[in-house]
Each structure stands twice: as C-alpha cells, then as structure tokens.
C-alpha cells in the first residue's frame, strides 16, 4: 500500500510541478522607443485581461539597464555612454498555453502591434519541454500501472495464503449447513480490518516521506497540497478496503466450490 500510495503521490504531483515549470517561462516583449506610454498601459492592460496570460511586469530601459550592469558587475552605460536598451514586458503564461504551436500564435499576435519593436521567448526549450514533459508523463504512468500491479498481486496472493490455510475449516463449516455468506463474512471482515490497517501504516510513511522531501527539497510545496494529499489518503484507504475486499470474496469462492478430495491438491 505505501508502494501504491508513493506512485500515486509521484502521478499528482508530476502535473503539478509540470505547471511550475512552465509557468516559469517568460516571453518579453520590447517596446519601440516611440510607443507612447498610453498605448503601453492599454497594452498591459489587454494582456493581464488575455486567457493566457499569468503575470505581466513592465520593465523600463533604466530598470533593464541597472540589473544588467548588477550583473555583468560593472556600469556598461559609462562605457557606451548611452543605454541601448528598450522598454520592456516580461509575460509568463499559464501552463495550459506553453507549448510551441501556442507561442507562436502569441508571438505574431503581439508583433503585428505598432508599438511592439521584438517578441522574444527560448523557442528551443519550449520544444525541448513540451517533448520531454510528454515522454515522462507517458512513462510515469506506465510504470506506475506496472508497480501498481505488482502492489495488488502481492496483496492478492498474500490473502489466498491465508484462507488456503483455513480450507478445511471453510469446508467443514459448509459441510454443517453454513451458508456461503455466512462462511466468507468474518474472511472479508478480517481482510477488510487488515486492509485499513495497511493503509493508515501505508500514509504514514507517506506523511514520512513528504516531510523528508519538503525538508530536503522544499521548492516542490508538498506540504501546500493538502487537497492533493486528502484525496490521495482517502484513495488509499478506498484501495485497501476494495483490493481485500476483493480478493478474500474471490478466494474463499474458490474453495467453496471445491469439492473435499479436491482440496488435498
């Protein structure tokens, strides 16, 4: 159950943290020199509005100028004794739009503006991160099925072990006239315990786990995603009744319908 527990954190939060980084990318959008500051507040002010906008920063050519020169260490304008720069924006996107076909579209949109003189973003990384994103999304998953998989094999074999040991008495109390579901009621019901017990053990270690990484790497915000985590917690412990459930309601089926001799086998 923690196995299962763990994949399914690892399968919420890819998504979550897929946004982040997209979220992160910036296209910036120069102003020619000319642009009157009217055109530019209408210009912010259509972008903050736009569907696909996340944050717009203005930056002036003076701002750009002082963090250049922080940068690089020295005051470039005394040297050129002009600033090149030009006014700027700085435009994030929301995850849903980061994506190369999107960005282009975005991209002609905003150059077909008089006041606009460069859109520019790192159209490589935007094509390197879309490809990447979809072929670990398409991995994640498929492992996660494979381990998952594996967690319920475990589980179900586990509990057939158990009642196999029990098949004689499962017989016996047949033979006395017990009905079906009389005999697989205390099964399930043990199953059922164990499988609730699993579970709270299961999203401790989970709970275990997440500290570690939050403490370790605390830029994820696993703590932050207490609806992620509620829902998780209560499919685990939805998966540990089902799967128990199941597999005792199957197994003892199984020997009920044995007959005697054929229970030496």
Known sequence: MFLVSLLGLIVLKTNNITEHFKEKVTITIFLKDQAKAKDVEILQAELKKAAYSN??????????????????????????????????????????????????????????????????????????????????????????????????????????????SKRFTIKTMQMVGATKGFIRKPFILQSIKLGIIGAIVAIGGLFGFILYLNKKVPEIELLNDVEIIGVLCATIVGLGILITWLSTFFATQRFLNLRTEELYY
């Open 55 to 164: 944050t717009v920063t203005y930056i002036s050519k003076d701002a750009a100028a002082k963090k250049y020169s922080e940068d690089i260490g020295e005051n470039f304008l005394a040297f050129l004794g002009e600033n090149p720069l030009k006014n700027g924006i700085d435009l994030t996107l929301k995850s849903d739009f980061v994506t190369p076909e999107k960005m282009a579209e975005i991209e002609h949109n905003l150059l077909i503006r008089s006041i606009v003189a460069e859109v520019t973003y790192d159209k490589p990384l935007i094509e390197l991160l879309s490809k990447n994103i979809s072929r670990l999304s398409f991995w994640i998953l498929l492992f996660s099925s494979l381990f998952t998989l594996i967690a319920v094999v475990l589980i179900n074999s586990s509990i057939r072990l158990s009642i196999y």
